[in-house]
């Protein structure tokens, strides 16, 4: 296969790289940048994408931010391949600040309270509810009973202020993303015009006097 991996990663391998890819998130991220910047589309429509890709990393909708960032690029004309690309802003080092915020907003807004303690409650009430989604599904096919307590905790206590107070944060982080982007990609495409300009003389200047020797 052309485009398979020679060397063949191990479960543990593909887990360890996703929470520090080799040679850590700063060359992560100037990788994406610098592939965002060679999209070939306007600078507006990639950075369209980009907002999208930011927000959709506030949402609690963890393992389809691909997806969330591609309707949002979608419906708001944008690159797509931009916003996905973007969501790598949602990575292991910050979705512990982006989930706080977002609680911590959404329990303003609902007014209900928010446990300060987040970084360990949150751990229990994902693990809890997992437990509760596996032992449900585990009750369909079996006698045993479904508990649907934890699930109904992390529903009101997580996931529906995570999704209220996630979309405020997140529209500001696409906007800064957005205004930021623009400008950037602009100056990088115009160069970069310039550079394949300067070249295409240059082989034409070339061919010229190649003709001309010729001729002679």
Avoid: C
């Amino acid at each position: 296969m052309v485009f398979k991996r020679r060397d063949k990663r191990s479960v543990l391998q593909i887990v360890a790289d996703a929470i520090y890819p080799k040679g850590g998130w700063a060359r992560a991220f100037h990788y994406v940048k610098h592939r965002v910047r060679r999209l070939p589309d306007s600078p507006e429509k990639i950075a369209r994408g980009v907002f999208a890709g930011l927000f959709a990393t506030f949402t609690p909708f963890y393992g389809l931010h691909f997806v969330v960032a591609a309707l949002v690029a979608r419906l708001l004309n944008g690159n797509i391949l931009a916003a996905l690309m973007a969501t790598f802003f949602g990575n292991p080092l910050t979705y512990l600040p982006i989930g706080a915020i977002a609680l911590k907003t959404g329990h303003f807004l609902l007014g209900t309270e928010f446990d300060e303690e987040v970084d360990h409650s949150l751990i229990h009430k994902f693990t809890g509810a997992g437990e509760d989604l596996l032992n449900n599904l585990w009750a369909l096919f079996t006698d045993a009973d479904a508990h649907w307590t934890r699930l109904a905790d992390f529903y009101h206590e997580v996931f529906f202020p995570y999704l209220i107070g996630g979309i405020l944060p997140g529209i500001l982080t696409g906007i800064i993303g957005y205004y930021l982007s623009v400008p950037l990609i602009a100056a990088y495409q115009k160069r970069r015009r310039g550079k394949l300009k300067k070249k295409l003389a240059e082989l034409q200047a070339k061919a010229a006097a190649n003709k001309a020797d010729e001729t002679a």
